[in-house]
């Protein structure tokens, strides 16, 4: 496995960012229950939301989004995620499979942020 084909690839990250109408998403990546932010270039609009690392946690995360997407009128989400473990692949190929923006950071930005 390459690293680029892990979406680790800046010029495109920057491409997502600077786009109206964007919904930014964070995912702290762990064993059992992962954790996301949800939020615009203005402001954060869901600080705290957990998953459970099964299809319906997965199920559920996707239909919170879209939700989100609707309400706030976004046309574009960029996922960015942390590659912790082996525990972040099976939700990554979900969401890539579902056809949105994702990107890898590093984890200490997703704990300090």
């Known amino acids: 496995m390459r690293l680029k ?4 690839n800046h010029k495109r990250r920057k491409e997502y960012v600077q786009q109206p109408g ?3 998403v964070g995912v702290e990546v762990s064993k059992s229950k992962h954790g996301a932010c949800i939020g615009t270039q203005a402001g954060v609009i869901c600080r705290k939301f957990s998953f459970i690392h099964c299809r319906e946690g997965f199920r ?3 239909s919170a989004l879209r939700k989100k ?3 706030h009128n976004r046309k574009r989400v960029l996922i960015a995620m942390e590659p912790s473990g082996m525990y972040w692949y099976a939700l990554f190929e979900r969401l ?3 056809g949105y923006g994702l990107c890898l950071v590093n984890c200490k930005a997703v704990r300090n942020n």
Do not use: N
């Open 69 to 71: 997407m609707f309400r």
């Open 60 to 62: 559920l995360f996707e």
């Open 22 to 24: 964007l919904l930014l």
């Open 5 to 8: 084909d892990y979406a680790r």
């Open 96 to 98: 890539k499979g579902c």
